[in-house]
């Protein structure tokens, strides 16, 4: 009898051939979540008696956070005691580096903006567009003005041998 070829439809591998199997996610870093029994439901409902605790079962996913944060750097300020002639009358660690001096953005945000313009290819318009999903209202013109001044940092970096910045 002539075998129907009318699966092939419907599996898109030969029958009785070992498959993939699932991929290994385990380099991921993980959180775990404890879903456990209410105390008040842990008893026989007849006759009142206790469930002994046997095992557990456990299940993995795969979870996409995207986590937009603000970084608020504060730097005490220290006045001096003393009289001392020749020494600052106030002290204060000095502010974090910037990539863009007086921006706003910190540097990873900017390497992610870079990341989804260029490399990810996404119009700034539809870039804010997910900002704005994750509570983040900045106009497109904002993260448009981020690029160029990258670019121009990287340009006119001083090369060694050469006399100027071309």
Same mark, same amino acid.
């Given at each position: ?63 996409? /956070? %995207? ?8 730097? =005490?300020?220290? +006045? #001096? ?5 020749? @020494? ?48 983040? /209202? %900045? ?8 690029? =160029?001044?990258? +670019? #121009? ?5 001083? @090369? ?7």
């Amino acid at each position: 009898m002539a075998r129907s070829w009318r699966w092939l439809r419907r599996s898109p591998r030969w029958p009785g051939s070992r498959g993939h199997g699932r991929r290994d996610y385990s380099h991921l870093p993980e959180r775990e979540e404890i879903h456990d029994v209410p105390e008040d439901q842990r008893a026989c409902p007849r006759c009142g008696s206790e469930y002994a605790r046997f095992g557990e079962e456990t299940c993995e996913q795969v979870e996409w /956070e %995207v986590r937009l944060i603000r970084v608020v750097h504060r730097r =005490p300020t220290y +006045r #001096r005691t003393c009289r001392c002639p020749g @020494v600052p009358g106030v002290i204060a660690a000095p502010p974090p580096a910037k990539a863009i001096t007086g921006g706003r953005f910190a540097t990873g945000f900017l390497a992610r903006l870079l990341v989804e313009k260029f490399a990810v290819a996404r119009p700034a318009h539809r870039i804010a567009a997910a900002l704005s999903f994750d509570g983040m /209202e %900045v106009s497109d013109g904002t993260l448009a003005g981020c690029s =160029p001044r990258w +670019r #121009r940092w990287n340009v006119f970096a001083a @090369v060694e041998g050469k006399d100027s910045h071309r």
